[in-house]
Nanobody, 121 residues
Framework: QVQLVESGGGFVQPGGSLGLSCAAS????????MAWYRQAPGKQRELVAT???????NYADSMKGRFTISRDNDKNTVNLQMNSLKPEDTAVYYC???????????????WGQGTQVTVSS
């Protein structure tokens, strides 16, 4: 069984920084593209950033220059460093990963349980 477990959410004042981590565990062959999404109250879930297995990154426009996504392929982890946080960054942040399993053979997306980030003075 494949699991994604996030950690690192919390409360921070505007202008502050926070780091999130997500680790994939269980029985699987390969972790491909990993990503962070977020969902604010009353809004749809939106993409924050993605990173391929080779390290190519992509960011939503509002996060460019403030957020940095990175990964460790050996540890099957993905991180999100968030700087210059704003109140509108308040949301539940979700880890997502495309993972290949050998038994049963499949390639599909998995989600973490989410971690709350609150930016407020």
């Amino acid at each position: 069984q494949v699991q994604l477990v996030e950690s690192g959410g919390g409360f921070v004042q505007p202008g502050g920084s926070l780091g999130l981590s997500c680790a994939a565990s269980g029985s699987f062959a390969t972790v491909y593209t990993m990503a962070w999404y977020r969902q604010a109250p009353g809004k749809q879930r939106e993409l924050v950033a993605t990173i391929t297995r080779g390290g190519t990154t992509n960011y939503a426009d509002s996060m460019k220059g403030r957020f940095t996504i990175s990964r460790d392929n050996d540890k099957n982890t993905v991180n999100l460093q968030m700087n210059s946080l704003k109140p509108e960054d308040t949301a539940v942040y979700y880890c997502n990963a495309n993972i290949k399993t050998s038994w049963p053979e499949s390639l599909r997306g998995y989600w973490g349980q989410g971690t709350q980030v609150t930016v407020s003075s």
